[in-house]
């Protein structure tokens, strides 16, 4: 019998490798409600991480699971008494090294400093979801988001209009120039980001779906498939007419603006699609990739339908995507570095050159000595705490773990720039309102694969450059048009190496909210990394092996990304609460004593953006109390 695994490739030493020194051995996620992997099986579970800095923190690594389940599990609870007090007092202490931190950190310098700051940051390498994979391939580096990704240059005129001034600040500039397709490519279309041909921007790009048995009558390729209204589908004319229906779906109205989107807060997206659209449930089997991978991590019906609107799906309103979105190299990691390069001009090597500032090594030692801000990494907070009644106290306590030592520091306010799901359990004094409305916080999980190939001549063959599916693993897969960087060339020519990133979620129609992520959550971290290799490799075997792809021979490696709280579920109600009942991101806006909160997801739809607007908002309330 032939051995399937093998002639796939899960024998090739490239993603066997663990980078001993370079990579911490161990990868998870915050795990709050879930099952870590045992010390035994951390190898299995966490796989080939990559090359250079971020290789030691691919998605959470296992430091941060194991630290995260402490808190979980009370272990630290009779030790944070006698936590050891280390540093002099700070003015500021922020909870979390992600945009929303970083980005309240650098407003804060700038607004006093002489001010003394403290960030703490459960990861290895600081940036949240704001990282990248890099990969070396025949001589080419190919670099991959691990998480957070699709910008647009901001401008005075578009959502980004209230980063214009920290875009120039932190010198990132305001046009790209882009690799041009070579060899059988050339008449290709390929789009500069990751998002944008999952639905927004089809027509921009080469695309084909994939169709296969036994949801189609035929396994097929359909290239360019909404120029002749799917008609070449091999689906049935119920599928056809449903999915026209939405791709084309009026904008649904119920009153003036402000009562359509309470309108549409008060259901499901899954319901204005079967109820208010008339349209056939098999219509998730286009939206539910799209809510889950692009924003919530569920499926549709179980997100606001408001929510919805805030992605731009249709029914709702079709202008709240950004036009011009294009991803870097690495994703937004591109302007996290150029924010901590803006702030701690030593914490990465090299000169303020975009090419250094995106490529050069992180100097580990600058980010936290004596200075005006430091960057505490593998510190995970464990108790925040006024040091009396929040509305007298003169300021806040932390307690923090390394290495499952705690220690403790004072700050003069805190802005808590963390995820709802460890925020709720690491403040310690915060009122019934707040625990009420953290209660509602739901995070949907999902896995980022970035597969570095060798080539990719079967998309040219097929005669595309992104490719959509409908069943098995992921949904949807893309050759990026690299952007040109000077001194870090990457090719766009079929017979040369290229970086695919996947983005895969785990959703269950019909299952409540709180069962749907829990159990999702399950089924990304019950899975080892062979087994997720496996998957990988047999997906894009069956997509493309009769256009001449072999796994074994063409897949150079695979990092795995997973996110066990990637991204706000926000179910009906969210937005605006209901009667008597206020919206519980509104509760968590308003600071409380020395205390404020400025996560991104308290937006209500998660992106660098957002991150600056909460964080902003967390700030100017602390300022008030330590000013």
Not at 304 to 332: E, Q, V
Not at 385 to 400: F, I, K, Q, W
Request: aromatic letters at 10%; charged letters at 20%.
């Amino acid at each position: 019998m032939r051995d399937v695994p093998r002639s796939l490739g899960l024998d090739a030493p490239i993603t066997r490798r663990d980078f001993v020194g370079a990579t911490l051995i161990g990868t998870g996620a915050v795990l709050l409600g879930a099952v870590a992997p045992a010390q035994g099986l951390r190898s299995q579970w966490n796989g080939y991480a990559g090359i250079g800095d971020y290789a030691r923190s691919n998605g959470n690594v296992a430091s941060v699971v194991d630290a995260a389940h402490g808190v979980r599990d009370g272990i630290y609870e009779s030790k944070i008494a006698s936590a050891e007090p280390v540093d002099e007092p700070y003015d500021l202490i922020i909870v979390g090294g992600g945009f929303a931190g970083l980005i309240a950190a650098y407003e804060f310098h700038k607004a006093q400093p002489q001010g003394r700051c403290l960030v703490l940051d459960n990861q290895p390498v600081f940036g949240g979801e704001a990282k990248q994979n890099q990969m070396l391939v025949d001589g080419v580096i190919l670099t991959g988001p691990q998480g957070s990704n699709g910008a647009v240059v901001p401008r005075p005129d578009n959502t980004y209009a209230h980063v214009v001034g920290l875009w120039e600040e932190i010198g990132m500039p305001r046009s790209y120039d882009y690799i041009e397709p070579a060899g059988s490519a050339a008449a290709l279309k390929f789009s500069r980001d990751n998002y944008d041909p999952m639905f927004w921007g089809e027509e921009s790009t080469s695309l084909g779906y994939f169709f296969d048995r036994p949801f189609a009558s035929k396994q097929s390729w359909v290239v360019d498939p909404w120029s002749d209204d799917l008609r070449r589908a091999p689906i049935s004319p119920e599928v056809r007419r449903s999915w026209m229906q939405w791709k084309h779906a009026p904008i649904l109205a119920h009153g003036d603006d402000a009562a359509t989107d309470r309108w549409l807060d008060s259901m499901s997206y899954g319901d204005l699609i079967v109820r208010e659209l008339g349209l056939s449930k098999e219509v998730f089997r286009l939206s539910d990739p799209l809510v889950a991978t692009a924003d919530y991590g569920v499926s549709s019906d179980a997100i606001s339908a408001y929510g919805a609107k805030l992605l731009g799906l249709p029914g709702t309103d079709k202008h709240a995507i950004a036009s011009g979105a294009f991803s870097f190299p690495g994703g937004n990691t591109a302007i996290l570095r150029h924010i901590v390069k803006a702030l701690l001009p030593d914490a990465i090597t090299g000169a303020r050159s975009f090419t250094d500032v995106l490529y050069a090594p992180i100097n580990f030692a600058a980010l936290d000595r004596p200075q005006h801000t430091r960057i505490r990494l593998g510190a995970t907070v464990v108790a925040v705490r006024h040091d009396g009644e929040p509305e007298t106290s003169t300021g806040v306590d932390v307690t923090y773990a390394v290495d499952g030592e705690l220690k403790r520091v004072r700050g003069r306010g805190a802005i808590v720039a963390a995820g709802g799901w460890i925020t709720r359990h690491i403040v310690r004094d915060m009122p019934p309102s707040y625990v009420a409305s953290y209660a509602q916080f739901h995070h949907g999980p999902i896995l980022v694969v970035n597969v570095a190939v060798r080539n990719w001549k079967p998309f040219a063959k097929l005669g595309i450059s992104a490719a959509h599916w409908f069943d098995g693993f992921g949904f949807f897969v893309n050759v990026r048009q690299p952007m040109k960087i000077d001194g870090v060339p990457v090719p766009l020519d079929p017979s040369k190496p290229a970086m695919l990133t996947l983005y895969v979620g785990f959703t269950q129609s019909g299952v409540p909210i709180d069962v749907q992520t829990s159990t999702a959550r399950g089924m990304l971290f019950a899975t080892t990394y062979a087994d997720f290799e496996l998957q990988v490799r047999k997906q894009l075997q069956q997509l493309f092996g009769a256009a001449g792809f072999d796994a074994k021979r063409d897949i150079a490696g695979i990092v795995l990304n997973r996110w066990g709280h990637a991204y706000l579920a926000p179910q009906p109600g969210f937005y605006f609460g209901g009667p008597g009942r206020p919206a519980p991101l509104e509760v968590i806006r308003q600071r409380y004593g020395r205390i404020a909160f400025g996560h991104s997801e308290l937006s209500g739809r998660q992106s660098w953006g957002r991150a600056a607007q909460e964080s902003r908002r967390a700030l100017k309330q602390v300022m008030e109390v330590i000013a």
